[in-house]
């Protein structure tokens, strides 16, 4: 399971559209468009090419054993914790 985290404010379809491009599946959306859940097989350049872009704040995710999932399963709470300050992550509130 992929989940990715972005700024406030940015536009969620260009979000959407981008993770639909790389991995090949669009994501469920959450939290007023700043969390997008996908549940897939994933290469490293995948993940390399989604964290690298400039309005992503931070990527998770689990091994599922299976292409199927339950939703999110990380929070911004989590995010925020891990990442610490969050300036240098550009995450803006």
């Known amino acids: 399971m992929l989940e990715v985290f972005t700024k406030a404010g940015v536009d969620s ?11 090949g599946v669009t994501p469920e959306v ?14 490293l ?15 998770e995710g689990d091994y599922t054993e ?4 339950l939703g999110p399963s990380h929070s911004w709470d989590e995010v925020r914790a891990r990442i610490g300050d969050k300036d240098s992550y550009k995450y803006q509130y």
């Open 13 to 23: 379809e260009k979000i959407r559209n981008l993770i639909l491009e790389k991995v």
């Open 30 to 43: 959450y939290d007023n468009g700043t969390h997008y859940v996908t549940n897939q097989k994933l290469t």
């Open 45 to 59: 350049e995948m993940l390399k090419e989604i964290s690298d872009y400039d309005d992503v704040v931070a990527v």
């Open 66 to 69: 299976a292409i199927t999932g």
